[in-house]
């Protein structure tokens, strides 16, 4: 992989993947032989609970509110970057585009590592038409309550989310917002 860096161009001898949802903690990247994990910033993006699942979470007549990442300014999005020697690329890559579904597409970003250390990666984005259109907190919470499929509940999906932002460190607003709506309605 080449980066160009203005009239230079350098060797890249790795490449980065940035996960900011289940990829962060699932070990997927030891079938890889995964180089190192760092915590990584994407600047410019925020995670969403906007795309509907409606087969692992959810369901077509209860979608699961599950996260995307969208864009925002000013915003980041903390995350893991994974990094792998670039004759891992294509069976990553591979990989990656089964598990996320056709649906998520592959862009590269510039991420920056915890150390300060900026970084071109990949990231997958969902374009695909399953969408949530709530307009408040208090909609998607009621959703997440309702919502049960093939790997488990909506709320196993989100407290999973919550759990894994809690172990990484990471202060991230959407789940937040969304974990205290969704304890809210239970309480009520």
Do not use: H
């Amino acid at each position: 992989m080449t980066v160009g860096t203005g009239i230079f161009a350098l060797e890249s001898k790795s490449m980065w993947i940035f996960g900011y949802g289940s990829l962060m903690e699932d070990g997927w990247e030891k079938e890889f032989a995964c180089l190192r994990r760092e915590r990584a910033a994407l600047t410019g993006y925020e995670r969403s609970f906007s795309k509907a699942s409606t087969l692992n979470w959810g369901s077509k007549d209860d979608p699961a509110p599950t996260l995307r990442v969208v864009p925002r300014e000013g915003a980041v999005c903390r995350g893991i970057a994974f990094e792998f020697e670039t004759s891992r690329e294509d069976a990553v890559i591979a990989y990656l585009s089964k598990r996320e579904g056709q649906s998520f597409w592959r862009r590269q970003v510039k991420l920056t590592l915890d150390a300060g250390q900026a970084v071109q990666g990949c990231c997958f984005f969902y374009e695909g038409k399953n969408l949530i259109q709530a307009t408040n907190v208090e909609e998607v919470a009621a959703m997440v309550l309702r919502a049960r499929g093939r790997d488990g509940s909506a709320l196993d999906y989100l407290r999973n989310t919550k759990d894994a932002v809690d172990r990484m460190g990471f202060r991230d607003e959407a789940v937040e917002t969304l974990w205290a709506a969704v304890l809210q309605m239970q309480k009520s």
